[in-house]
């Protein structure tokens, strides 16, 4: 493992990523370890279908764990799948002296969210030097191809705290 991996968490992620994503199943199993190593995420269990530095594009199944009342995907699954898009796509771009953390969400809904959705993000964050904010989307589609949210992520990115 490089030194890089183990400063950074997400760059653990993108290597096993790499190693299981070509295996039959592959993506199904990361998408269940990511989900294990972020409980809440994985509540909702969405699967990662592809992982890059800058890219994802992950899907969620419409079944009723994730539903609301009106028989549609809840608007909190909703901001909770395109808070994992902004963040796997922008924290695998980081250099390991750089942290991020998320310090607001925001998310438009357009229609009701039924049937298999996809939320993907695309990103390329500045270079830091010092505390910096960076907002990062995530688009959320049906199968249809229809837009039915946009969630906004404001990551305050970072120096690593050196120790002394």
């Not at 991996?5 to 992620?13: D, F, S, T, V």
């Not at 592959?26 to 990662?48: D, E, H, K, M």
């Not at 890219?55 to 419409?62: K, N």
């Not at 991020?100 to 969400?105: M, V």
Request: charged letters at 20%; glycine letters at 8%.
């Amino acid at each position: 493992m490089t030194s890089s991996a183990k400063a950074n968490p997400i760059a653990r992620l993108q290597m096993l990523w790499q190693r299981l994503a070509p295996l039959p199943g592959g993506s199904w199993l990361f998408s269940r370890i990511l989900g294990w190593v972020i409980p809440y995420t994985g509540s909702i269990g969405a699967n990662v279908k592809v992982l890059k530095p800058g890219f994802v594009l992950i899907q969620l199944r419409d079944r009723r764990r994730v539903r609301n009342h009106l028989h549609s995907i809840h608007a909190l699954a909703l901001a909770n799948l395109g808070e994992l898009a902004s963040g796997l796509a922008m924290l695998g771009t980081l250099p390991s002296n750089t942290r991020g953390i998320p310090t607001q969400l925001s998310i438009e809904y357009f229609k009701k969210a039924r049937g298999k959705l996809t939320a993907e993000s695309h990103c390329t964050p500045p270079t830091v030097t010092e505390d910096t904010d960076f907002k990062v989307y995530a688009d959320i589609r049906d199968a249809k191809g229809d837009q039915v949210a946009r969630t906004t992520v404001n990551w305050r990115l970072g120096p690593v705290p050196t120790t002394v």
